[in-house]
């Protein structure tokens, strides 16, 4: 089959001739109809992330069709149309058997602890327990794009953050995650603030929800905040991951308000430092998001069925396999908006 490989981080990525993947007992293989870049296959590029081993396919946001399955497949044949969150959780741990797969101890990453969907084939394992089928009206590069960006801020929205119909939230970064919680917040009923320094990106923002934008490449996000909303945000979310966007994001919380932290810190940043101060002096809630399980995949499904959401109107543009690698080359200088499908294999 057809990849797109690296064999050094920060290096070339090319297309290479791979053997084809089998399926584990557990696992499937899906033809890959279309594959989300995301930011976070730019960290793994980058090497920022320990799982990954070289050589390497990275693509995380995926979905396909069922090519082939293992011995111990019950739920799934060749040909279904699928889709799967990019954590996969092997349903035995503590964390899967209280239902947060999204945590599980022995998590599967499809572009991370194994080759992705930069690719014809991906192997998937635990698949029983995390494919996703997909409704007729779903197609894949709409599929594609939930696979992280948007399945992360929906549970970083819905679940995390319960927020709630006139809510002020505040989302600081309008990429791919950014404009998706924009979105799903909006759909909710509640009061979007939106932040970042493109206008271009802004203006977007107001088109799919946000009900005020602010520059912050010439506004103090934390003082336009707090005199909007006369009190502060309710929940406020780093949607980027930098350490400023981190003290703005929990600076613009009014009293008991919720930070949730989904954007991803370049390495030697993870550690940043925070406002003690007023975490306790406002008793607010610091809260991680990472990605969504499968089981609250159906919640989001819905709402795009029925129109609540809309997420094909975030993606900004399709490509091909042979394009991709230099697309997530260039994937932190932030150039266009939404989101970048591949399409064509």
């Known amino acids: ?48 992330d320990p799982d990954i081993r070289l050589p ?81 009206e779903i197609d894949f590069v709409t599929a594609a794009s939930l696979g992280c ?9 819905v679940d995390q953050g319960k927020a709630e119909a006139g809510q002020w939230v505040a989302v600081y970064g309008c990429g791919g995650v950014g404009l998706s919680a924009i979105m799903i917040a909006s759909a909710l009923g509640a009061r979007v603030i939106a932040i970042d320094i493109a206008e271009d990106k802004l203006e977007f923002a107001r088109s799919i929800g946000a009900e005020t934008v602010i520059n912050s490449a010439s506004v103090d996000p934390v003082e336009a905040i707090l005199t909007t909303t006369e009190a502060g945000a309710h929940i406020s979310i780093d949607a980027l991951g930098h350490p400023d966007v981190l003290m703005d994001s929990i600076s613009s919380l009014r ?11 370049e390495a030697g940043k993870h550690s940043p430092p925070i406002p003690i ?9 610091i809260i991680g998001s990472h990605g969504m399980q499968a089981h609250r995949y159906p919640a989001m499904l819905e709402m795009i ?10 993606v900004g543009g399709v490509t ?17 908006q939404g989101v970048k499908v591949i399409s064509q294999f």
């Not at 053997?19 to 584990?24: K, M, N, Q, T």
């Open 149 to 157: 960006r948007f399945a992360t801020s929906f549970r970083a929205i």
């Open 56 to 136: 390497h396919v990275p693509g995380h946001e995926l979905a396909g069709e069922v090519a082939a399955v293992g011995s111990r497949i019950a739920k799934f044949k060749v040909g279904d149309r699928v889709t799967l969150p990019f954590v996969c959780g092997c349903g035995e741990c503590e964390p899967c058997r209280s239902d947060n797969q999204q945590v599980c101890d022995r998590q599967f990453q499809p572009g991370f602890t194994a080759w992705g969907g930069f690719a014809e084939y991906v192997a998937i394992e635990y698949a029983d327990n995390n494919l996703v089928r997909l409704p007729d």
């Open 255 to 265: 009293k008991r308000g919720k930070h949730i932290q989904v954007g991803i810190m």
């Open 305 to 314: 069925r029925d129109g609540r959401l809309d997420p094909k109107a975030l």
């Open 1 to 48: 089959m057809k990849a797109a490989v690296y064999h050094q981080f920060r290096g070339p990525i090319a297309i290479e001739n791979v053997a084809d993947p089998i399926p584990s007992p557990t696992g499937v293989v899906l033809a890959v109809k279309a594959c989300g870049i995301c930011r976070s296959d730019w960290h793994g590029w980058m090497g920022n």
């Open 320 to 336: 091909d396999l042979e394009r991709a690698g230099e697309d997530l080359r260039l994937m932190n200088e932030f150039g266009g």
């Open 277 to 285: 101060d007023k975490i306790i002096g406002r008793e607010l809630e």
